[in-house]
T-cell receptor, first 112, second 116 residues
């Protein structure tokens, strides 16, 4: 089967660094995505990993270890606007390129 | 370039009724995927349409169906509504080229369906 786990909630302070973890079990693996979703809005794409290692994009970085079934999203220099839900999603080998399996999401609250 | 649009944005129905939701993808995108989002279950994949054909399907009952038109616009239909169908229904469009690159999906704002 397929299973994706991420923490339900996290809190952090403005200006700090936060790491959101995601572990997954899938029947085959063909990429891992991170999305950001503000309350009442659509998810927006943050990052994509298909090979092991770190992908950096501005204040956001995403890491993948396929052998461990593990990824994390790193947010640096936190801003109040980063308060949102962060969704980890995995694409399996079967089912096509657009069948994403999402985790339940991590609600991040950034405090002053 | 206009984004993904969904209509209506909000809908209230009663049990037993049926509902049709619409999604217009980004111009040039041929793939439309539908997801259901609820507080308890998170985002769950319903199905994907590409070039008017259902290409992938999630684990939802047959009451949930969809179709895609030649202009790539897609509709989703839910028949015999149940209370548990209350959710945010999101559609996402992508080029659907089949490349092994990220093939990023762009989400629409969603239709919030409430079943009473």
């Amino acid at each position: 089967g397929q299973n994706i786990d991420q923490p339900t909630e996290m809190t952090a302070t403005e200006g700090a660094i936060v790491q959101i973890n995601c572990t997954y079990q899938t029947s085959g693996f063909n990429g891992l995505f991170w999305y950001q979703q503000h309350a009442g809005e659509a998810p927006t794409f943050l990052s994509y990993n298909v090979l092991d290692g770190l992908e950096e994009k501005g204040r956001f970085s995403s890491f993948l270890s396929r052998s461990k079934g593990y990824s994390y999203l790193l947010l640096k220099e936190l801003q109040m606007k980063d308060s949102a839900s962060y969704l980890c999603a995995v694409r399996g080998i079967t089912g096509g390129y657009n069948k994403l399996i999402f985790g339940a999401g991590t609600r991040l609250a950034v405090h002053p | 370039k206009a984004g993904v649009t969904q209509t209506p944005r909000y809908l209230i129905k009663t049990r037993g009724q049926q509902v049709t939701l619409s999604c217009s993808p980004i111009s040039g995108h041929r793939s439309v995927s539908w997801y259901q989002q609820t507080p308890g279950q998170g985002l769950q994949f319903l199905f994907e349409y590409f070039s008017e054909t259902q290409r992938n399907k999630g684990n939802f009952p047959g009451r949930f169906s969809g179709r895609q038109f030649s202009n790539s616009r897609s509709e989703m239909n839910v028949s015999t509504l149940e209370l548990g169908d209350s959710a945010l229904y999101l559609c996402a469009s992508s080029s659907g080229s089949g490349s092994r690159r990220n093939n990023e999906q762009f989400f629409g704002p969603g239709t919030r369906l409430t079943v009473l």
